[in-house]
């Protein structure tokens, strides 16, 4: 089956700081990675969608500069939460989107303090 | 109005009763209709999906859309207290190019032993 490795599951860090997530399909080639973020109690929001090679497509309200995506391969793709403020603390999701349809992350657990 | 539409909530069920899990969504071109099952702290997991309108079974779940209604259900039957999650209904996008999943706000269950 198809599988999505999410790093790291849980940061934390200082507010003004950045964190990159990593999201890499082990097993299959991922033609579009999806980029979620999921407030407590809430649904998945979508952030943005890339596709290897080419920029990412953001969301409204999405600030592209803040949150930087990199879809170096098809397999590998990243999100950078650049300037960190404990208003981006939340649950960041990645999703992949291959031959066996859409493999979610195990999500990163993201803490601003 | 939203795109896709949830009960939020609370559902609760006795075990081994019938589930009964339902979602609008908007946009009548709509074609993949997906149920994920999240558990609290964890990424989003995949139940079913279904194309067709009618029926379709796995094992104790059941889908079911009606695209004339623009309505898509999810049945768990002999529920058990592993069922109790929030469930995510989502839809994907209908321009080429553009499948991104929209997901709905989620039901919350809750199986009583």
């Known amino acids: 089956g198809a599988v999505v490795s999410q790093h790291p599951s849980r940061v934390i860090c200082k507010s003004g700081t950045s964190v990159k997530i990593e999201c890499r399909s082990l097993?299959?080639?991922?033609?579009?990675m999806f980029w979620y973020r999921q407030f407590p109690k809430q649904s998945l929001m979508l952030m943005a969608t890339?596709?290897?090679?080419?920029?990412?497509?953001?969301e409204q309200g999405v600030e592209k500069d803040k949150f930087l995506i990199n879809h170096a391969s098809l397999t590998l793709s990243t999100l950078t939460v650049t300037s960190a403020h404990p208003e981006d603390s939340s649950f960041y999701i990645c999703?992949?989107?291959?031959?066996?349809?859409?493999?979610f992350g195990s999500g990163t657990r993201l803490t601003v303090v | 109005q939203k795109e896709v539409e949830q009960n939020s909530g609370p559902l609760s069920v006795p075990e081994g009763a019938i589930a009964s899990l339902n979602c609008t969504y908007s946009d009548r071109g709509s074609q993949s209709f997906f149920w994920y099952r999240q558990y609290s702290g964890k990424s989003p997991e995949l139940i079913m999906f279904i194309y067709s309108n009618g029926d379709k079974e796995d094992g104790r779940f059941t889908a079911q859309l009606n695209k004339a209604s623009q309505y898509v259900s999810l049945l768990i039957r002999d529920s058990q207290p592993s069922d109790s999650a929030t469930y995510l209904c989502a839809v994907r996008g209908t321009n080429f190019g553009n499948e991104k999943l929209t997901f709905g706000t989620g039901t919350r269950l809750t199986i009583i032993p």
């Open positions: 097993d299959f080639q991922a033609t579009t």
């Open positions: 999703s992949a989107q291959g031959f066996y349809g859409y493999t």
């Open positions: 890339s596709n290897e090679g080419s920029k990412a497509t953001y």
